[in-house]
């Protein structure tokens, strides 16, 4: 079950860099860290209470300088949709010789030349970049987050339609299994090998998602897919910036279904992946 205590594993670190902390993984992350006393410290702009801070972002090698003093382990989420910038903080994380744990993504092939999308290549370029460096270094290649649906709640407060762009089927995964996935390498030994593939018990897609929703909403919601031209002027419309939003199209247009469904959440945690129903149940009060 998501949320469970982790299995006692070797803490060595006394210290962890959180990148992304104050995102939906980022936070549960900082929250399992800070449960077992270990110290973190997190980049961000906008600092997180209680939890120590250096304030910019990772494409600023002063910043990550400062940031990675006295650090053993950094949990990398990189935010970018341009792994170019990942250059310079390569070198930085090289130079302070800490390990890392990279958040990376299962629609990754690794026979392709190049990834089906931006947001899938981005990951295997930075990817790519750890294991040219010489650190020490693991993937936590992750499924579809179940987070993601936060994103509905402004159209759910409006009515029972959630619209937007159809995405392959994935096995979507608990942020909290991710997190929980997380702080295990983090903490544990350093001889840990990857790619681990972080996926939740079942094929899902957006209107599977959506229905379960809606039952523990106690709501009858349905899913409207719409066609790329409508989506992409929608989300521009919403203030997104341009990139992003030929970014997600492309993901909507180009990303395989995937039937993977793996183990590795439950080998490293000790306890199996949440269903999304009850990812669902439990943040109910996020669309009331």
Known sequence: MSGTILPAVGERTSSILVTGATGNLGREVVDRLRTRGVR???ISRRPLPGVESVRGDLTDP???RSALAGVDAVLLMWPLLDAAPAHDLVAELTAAAPRVVYVSSTAIDDEAARQSDPIVQVHADVEALLGDSGLRWVALRSDTLASNARGWAAQLKAGDVVSGPDIARTAVVDERDVADAAAAVLLGDD???????????EILGR?????????????RLRFEAVP??????RMLADGRPEHLVEALVAA??????SGLIT????RLT???????GRWALDHAADFA
């Open 40 to 42: 973190v410290r997190c």
């Open 62 to 64: 002063a910043v990550v």
């Open 191 to 201: 001889d840990q090998r990857g790619p681990y593939v972080l996926t939740g018990p």
């Open 207 to 219: 209107a599977d998602q959506v229905a379960l929703l809606g039952a523990a909403l106690g709501r």
């Open 228 to 233: 790329p031209d409508l989506a992409r002027s």
């Open 252 to 257: 909507s247009a180009h990303r395989p279904e």
């Open 263 to 266: 183990d590795h959440v439950e």
């Open 270 to 276: 000790g306890h199996p992946p949440g269903t999304f």
